[in-house]
């Protein structure tokens, strides 16, 4: 379902070269390639004496301006906008999955396939976000490695994300158009989520590190949000295994009218059926118990649903037309996390009160997150891009007086691992969309 990867653009060559004889762009030969003007001008050249023993004047051909060929594959490391890929507009759809039992009607129900049908724009941006998201992600899973720092890893992945979707993100508004749905998370070891480097950090990835990538993609406010973990040592293999495998439990259970205590026991069954060992000990693999998965709102990354990853009496409904993200995180710890770390991501909340700020540097950080970002998530990296500079002190102000929210780093105890995996589904009128799913998980 994701394209592949592929080194350079192939490129026009202009007829009339030397070499050997090619076909025309329309499909002729390419001595009938030459256009009209090219022969006129070939005719005048050939053409006798002028009058009155005049030197014969030769007219000079202007060379053909070079036409850039239509791309065809992505680049290594991405860089070609999707709608470059897909000049029709019309993206690959996710993994579908029909609705069971009560709900399986609504697959041939003309009435919910009339709602289907009222979606396209919906479907079309929740499916670029998607692609983008897996092309972006599958070139990462081939090009992390060992001694890279993270701050090299998310710049890379941010790069990737914002060149296909054509939204740079530096004039004010761009960003809201496309591009960053959520910050890019790579959380190590015992860190389960929401760490990213600030500026300075010269963290640097290790062989024996497990590294969660979480990071998310919008498209006109459709996020897209998915998470993968990536290990260098075979001995972790087990708990990715748990955390993935408890991930597709909770995605086959999720949908319409489905109970979230429902979708939390499935997962936590999978998950701790699993063992790993590690430095000679046998250890059980634990959800962590007070880390959830969400509905994701227009613009807004969590809707106010969450989705736990543990058995419990939570009898909320999922419902038709909602969007989900399927996530759950496994650990070799105590399987439960606390604020830690120097905080990264930010986001205004969508209901923020009007509170009367007196710091000058807080209205005018304000006004710089309102025009670029909205209520999308942002890192404090992405406010150096856009030259903002000494602005802790204002960002503080508006997390204090409850405008803006902080998403603090989340970790288990130390000496711990924890792994994750995320996949954003969206219950349709007629079926279940895994809108993430690709051939890598």
Request: hydrophobic fraction near 30%.
């Amino acid at each position: 379902m994701a394209s592949q990867a592929a080194e350079g653009v192939e490129k026009l060559t202009l007829n009339g070269t030397s070499g050997p004889p090619r076909p025309a762009a329309n499909g002729g030969s390419a001595a009938g390639g030459l256009d009209h003007d090219e022969s006129d001008e070939d005719k005048e050249e050939d053409a006798g004496p002028a009058p009155n023993g005049a030197a014969k004047k030769k007219k000079k051909r202007k060379p053909k301006k070079k036409k850039a060929a239509a791309a065809t594959t992505q680049s290594s490391p991405p860089r070609v906008p999707l709608s470059k890929l897909f000049p029709d507009g019309q993206y690959p759809e996710g993994e579908v999955v029909e609705y069971r039992n009560e709900n399986a009607y609504r697959t041939t129900n003309e009435e919910k396939r009339h709602l289907d049908r009222m979606n396209t724009d919906f479907l079309t941006d929740y499916r670029k976000a998607a692609e983008i998201h897996r092309q972006v992600r599958q070139h990462a899973q081939k090009s992390i490695k060992p001694g890279q720092t993270l701050t090299e890893i998310a710049e890379g992945i941010e790069d990737g994300v914002r060149a296909l979707t054509g939204h740079q993100g530096l004039e004010e508004g761009d960003t809201l158009l496309g591009g960053m749905g959520f910050p890019t998370g790579l959380s190590i070891n015992n860190c389960a989520a929401h760490y990213s480097p600030n500026a300075g950090n010269k963290m640097v990835l290790q062989k024996e590190d497990v590294l969660k990538v979480d990071f998310g993609v919008h498209v006109k406010g459709r996020i897209l949000d998915s998470a993968f973990t990536m290990t260098f040592d075979p001995v972790y293999d087990n708990l990715l295994a748990a955390v993935k495998d408890a991930t597709n439990a909770g995605v086959r259970e999720a949908g319409i009218d489905v109970r979230m205590s429902d979708i939390g026991s499935a997962i936590q069954e999978v998950m701790e059926s699993y063992e790993v060992e590690i430095g000679g000990k046998q250890l059980p693999v634990k959800c962590i118990r007070n880390l959830n998965g969400h509905n994701i709102g227009h613009y807004t990354i969590h809707g106010g649903k969450s989705v736990p990853i543990v058995k419990g009496g939570d009898q909320t409904k999922m419902e038709e037309g909602e969007t989900f993200a399927i996530e759950t995180f496994g650990s070799t710890g105590k399987g439960y996390v606390r604020d830690d770390l120097e905080t990264s991501h930010y986001a205004k909340q969508a209901d923020a009160p009007t509170v009367s700020l007196r710091l000058s540097s807080a209205k005018n950080l304000l006004n710089v997150i309102t025009k670029n970002f909205g209520t999308l998530p942002f890192c404090r990296r992405y406010l150096d891009r856009l030259g903002q500079d000494k602005y802790l002190l204002g960002l503080n102000n508006l997390v204090s007086s409850g405008v803006v929210e902080a998403y603090p780093p989340l970790c288990d105890v130390k000496g711990s691992y924890t792994a994750q995996f995320e996949h954003t589904i969206l219950l349709r009128p007629t079926v279940k969309e895994v809108i993430s799913r690709g051939e890598d998980f």
